[in-house]
C-alpha cells in the first residue's frame, strides 16, 4: 500500500527539474505524458531501493498488519446459513383504480391525435380566434365580455364531416403547437367537457393567451370553470411552480383575461354589489323616466344566459329576440342619479 501511495505521490507531483525547464519547452505535447512516463519509473526505482535497504522493515508495515487482520477475520468467517425472513405478500395494485385511461382504452374510447391537427393546427386556432371574437360583445360600459355557453357549445360540437370535437383538435393544437414531437400528451376531452368539473372556459382563456398547453395544470391543481374567476395570489401562487418564462406576469395576464369570460348573472332580489373587476352584460339600454328631477329610469337589455332562472321565469313575458343579441330580457334598472 506504501508502495502504491509513493507511486500516485511521484506521479502527481512533477519533479522539479522539470518544472524549472517547462518554459523552455514551449508547449511540447509529448511533455506530460514524458513526465507521467519519468515520474512512475523513478517510483519504480525509489521503492526498488527502499525494499533492498530495509525489507524488513516494509514486511512489518501497514500492508503487513493489513493482510494480517483479513486472515484472521477470515478465520472467524461462518458458513452457517443466514435464516430468510419471507416477505409479506402485498394487495396487487389495480390500475383502474388511480385512473379510468385503461379501461377507456379497453372500451375503445381511447383518443388519438387527429391527423388534421398534424397537417393544418394553425387553421384549428385560427378558427377559434375567429369563433371568440364573433361571440365577445361589448358591454354599455366600454368593457367586452363573451358568450359563454355559445362559446362552450361551439367547442363541445364537431368539425365539419368529422367525428372529431372543436375542443379535441384545439387540444392536440396547443400542445403540438409548443412540442411538435409530442412529448407531453394533453389531457383527454372529456377532462376538460365534464359539466361539474370541467375546463372549457379555462381552457379558452388559455387558447387566447396562447398558452393553451396549460391546461394540464389547471386540472391537477383542481382549479374548474365553476371557480372563476381565480383569486389573483393564488394565481400567482401556482404559477410559480410551472416552468414556463416569465411566469408571474402570466398569472397577471389570466387574471385580466378572465373577467370577460364570466361576467356578472343577474338574478331575481340579488341585492349584491359586485366589485370594479366584474364586467355587467347590458348590451343596450333606453331611459324611460325623463320627468325625474334627482333620478334617471333605465330599461336594459340583457342577454338570455346572464339571466339566472328565478328572473328568466318572472319575466317571460319581457323575452324578444334582437337581431344583433339573440334572446334578450329587458329590466328595469335601478334609478340613477341624474
Same mark, same amino acid.
Given at each position: 500500500m506504501s508502495r502504491h501511495l509513493h507511486q500516485l505521490a511521484l506521479f502527481a507531483i512533477p519533479r522539479a527539474h522539470y518544472s524549472a525547464d517547462d518554459e523552455d519547452l514551449n508547449g511540447d505535447a509529448d511533455f506530460s505524458q514524458n513526465n507521467a512516463r519519468g515520474s512512475i519509473s523513478q517510483g519504480r526505482q525509489e521503492t526498488a531501493s527502499l525494499h533492498s535497504?530495509?525489507?524488513?522493515?516494509? @514486511? +512489518?508495515?501497514?500492508?503487513?498488519?493489513?493482510?494480517?487482520?483479513?486472515?484472521? =477475520?477470515?478465520?472467524?468467517? @461462518?458458513? +452457517?446459513?443466514?435464516?430468510?425472513?419471507?416477505? &409479506?405478500?402485498?394487495?396487487?395494485?389495480?390500475? !383502474?383504480? %388511480?385512473? *379510468? $385511461?385503461?379501461?377507456?382504452?379497453? +372500451?375503445?374510447? @381511447?383518443? %388519438?391525435?387527429?391527423?388534421?391537427?398534424?397537417? !393544418?393546427?394553425?387553421?384549428? /386556432?385560427? *378558427?377559434?380566434?375567429? $369563433? /371568440?371574437?364573433?361571440?365577445?360583445?361589448?358591454?354599455?360600459?366600454?368593457? &367586452?365580455?363573451? /358568450?359563454?355557453?355559445? /362559446?362552450? =357549445?361551439? %367547442? $363541445? @360540437?364537431?368539425r365539419p364531416e368529422t367525428e372529431t370535437t372543436q375542443a379535441s383538435i384545439l387540444l392536440w393544437a396547443a400542445y403540438y403547437r409548443i412540442q411538435p414531437k409530442i412529448l407531453f400528451l394533453p389531457p383527454e376531452t372529456y377532462q376538460i367537457q365534464r359539466e361539474e368539473n370541467g375546463c372549457l372556459i379555462i381552457f379558452s382563456i388559455l387558447l387566447e393567451l396562447d398558452l393553451g398547453h396549460l391546461v394540464d395544470h389547471f386540472l391537477r391543481w383542481s382549479q374548474f370553470d365553476v371557480h372563476l374567476p381565480i383569486n389573483r395570489s393564488l394565481l400567482q401562487q401556482k404559477f410559480k411552480n410551472v416552468s414556463v418564462f416569465n411566469a408571474p406576469k402570466l398569472a397577471i395576464r389570466f387574471d385580466e383575461m378572465q373577467w370577460r369570460f364570466c361576467p356578472a348573472i343577474l338574478e331575481l332580489g340579488m341585492s349584491r354589489e359586485f366589485g370594479g373587476d366584474r364586467v355587467m352584460p347590458i348590451c343596450g339600454k333606453e331611459e324611460i323616466n325623463t320627468k325625474g328631477g334627482t333620478a334617471k329610469l333605465w330599461q336594459i337589455k340583457v342577454q338570455e344566459e346572464f339571466v339566472g332562472p328565478k328572473l328568466r321565469n318572472a319575466a317571460l313575458s319581457a323575452k324578444f329576440s334582437d337581431e344583433k343579441f339573440g334572446n334578450v330580457s329587458p329590466r328595469p334598472a335601478s334609478s340613477t342619479p341624474s
Open positions: 535497504e530495509s525489507g524488513s522493515e516494509i @514486511s +512489518e508495515g501497514p500492508a503487513k498488519v493489513a493482510e494480517h487482520a483479513a486472515a484472521e =477475520n477470515y478465520e472467524g468467517f @461462518s458458513e +452457517e446459513p443466514v435464516e430468510q425472513v419471507e416477505v &409479506p405478500s402485498t394487495a396487487e395494485v389495480a390500475w !383502474d383504480g %388511480l385512473t *379510468d $385511461k385503461f379501461s377507456r382504452a379497453r +372500451e375503445g374510447h @381511447s383518443e %388519438l391525435a387527429p391527423i388534421a391537427v398534424m397537417e !393544418d393546427k394553425a387553421k384549428a /386556432l385560427a *378558427d377559434f380566434k375567429t $369563433k /371568440l371574437e364573433q361571440y365577445t360583445m361589448q358591454a354599455q360600459c366600454g368593457r &367586452p365580455y363573451v /358568450l359563454v355557453q355559445q /362559446l362552450t =357549445n361551439w %367547442l $363541445k @360540437s364537431k
